[in-house]
């Protein structure tokens, strides 16, 4: 397995497992900080994700 698909097999596992905590983290964010997320976690995560591949192929491009 590539290291690009076991981060998004990691990253993905991860917020199918913790819904229930995920749910109590913006309540309590939001309580303490006035912060409410305006995308879901999974899409930052994805959003993350494709950032870096974008940053990676860049770097690799301008090396050529």
């Not at 690009?4 to 819904?19: F, G, V």
Request: proline share 0%.
């Amino acid at each position: 397995m590539k290291i690009d698909e076991w981060i998004n097999h990691k990253l993905l596992q991860s917020i199918s497992t913790r819904t229930n905590t995920k749910n109590e983290n913006y309540r309590e964010s939001y309580k303490l900080l006035g912060f409410e997320a305006q995308i879901s976690l999974e899409e930052g995560l994805r959003r993350l994700v494709s950032w870096w591949r974008e940053q990676k192929l860049a770097k690799e491009t301008s090396n050529v």
